[in-house]
């Protein structure tokens, strides 16, 4: 079977693909020619990450496809209910890349209490000339120690999310319409373990009892964080939304932060990505990565290699 990763797949998922009979292409193919490509190709599995799209036009033209396959968790690039509906197969990988998520969004969150999102902009400025002046702009940051991390939406990398900030001393509160209790198990180098059980609790009172909040869910209809959620918040909280653009108002939040209701905003996914809102890039209060979370070797081996075996095991 022909299998093009228009995103590109890992080594190990080739390896894996190839030694069991099918041929992997690796070129990124432009959307306005992928429809042609697969059809003058004979592409019957098409792989992709966040870039390339599969509506249904795509669908509706490559009668040969057989599977389409998403490297990560989200899959609001392709029309799957459609897709199933023509009997191609659909599969992603959803456990592969939430420790990599989960470690992006603590760093945005360390760096932003100690406003390294801002520092690493004005040193290279300003620090032969003004080292002083920097020193005392950014001497007020905060231990994360103590401190109450909300999590909207409490799945995989919800979950491996509070892993890390109950190791580091965080209160962690969740709210998740699905998850009622999650079962929390934090591994340890020498093979000892620590287990917790944490009850979900209603959306408004996250927002109420949370220093710092960030989001974990697909994309939404409407807005989950806007002016009135906003309102209900402490003042100084801080918001990161690495899960899916469309999750903030973007308007409403740069509002907040220059009333300082909001204190710091950290962006790995944005509304109108690949296109994002200048005055979100340029605002001094925001830390900022372009769609990131999954894009660590380790996260993209076990992307690969989850690709791969269930590929096999639907063709073998």
């Known amino acids: ?126 620090g032969d000339k003004n080292f002083k002046g920097l020193k005392k702009s950014y001497s007020k940051g905060i231990e994360l120690k103590g401190k109450t991390l909300g999590i909207i939406g409490f799945g995989r990398i919800g979950q491996e999310v509070a892993k890390i900030a109950l190791g580091i001393g965080m209160k962690v509160i969740a709210s998740d319409k699905f998850i009622e209790i999650g079962n929390i198990k934090i591994d340890f180098f020498n093979d000892e373990s620590i287990s917790f059980k944490l009850k979900t609790q209603s959306l408004n009172s996250l927002f109420k009892d949370s220093d710092f909040i960030t989001l974990h869910i697909p994309s939404q209809k409407d807005y989950i964080i806007n002016k009135e959620s906003i309102n209900l918040m402490k003042d100084g909280v ?44 340029m605002h001094p209060k925001i830390s900022l990565s372009p769609h990131i979370g999954a894009a660590t070797n380790q996260a993209q081996d076990r992307i690969g290699e989850e690709l791969a075996n269930q590929i096999i095991n639907l063709f073998q």
């Open 1 to 126: 079977m022909k299998i093009l990763a228009n995103d590109g797949i890992s080594e190990k998922g080739i390896d894996l693909l190839s030694k069991a009979g099918h041929e992997v292409i690796t070129v990124n193919v432009a959307q306005d020619q992928l429809i042609n490509y697969i059809n003058e190709q004979g592409i019957s599995c098409l792989l992709v990450r966040s870039a390339t799209q599969a509506r249904k036009d795509l669908i509706d033209s490559c009668p040969n496809l057989k599977l389409i396959g998403r490297g990560g968790v989200g899959m609001d690039n392709i029309d799957v209910d459609y897709a199933k509906s023509k009997n191609i197969h659909i599969i992603n990988t959803p456990a592969a890349s939430s420790s990599s998520v989960a470690e992006l969004v603590i760093a945005h969150l360390y760096g932003c209490v100690r406003f390294l999102y801002d520092s690493n902009r004005n040193m290279p400025l300003e």
């Open 238 to 281: 801080g918001i990161i939304n690495a899960a899916r653009g469309g999750l903030i108002n973007e308007n409403d939040l740069i509002e907040a932060l220059d009333s300082k209701k909001v204190s710091f905003a950290a962006f790995d996914t944005f509304e109108n990505e690949p296109n994002p809102n200048i005055k979100l890039l």
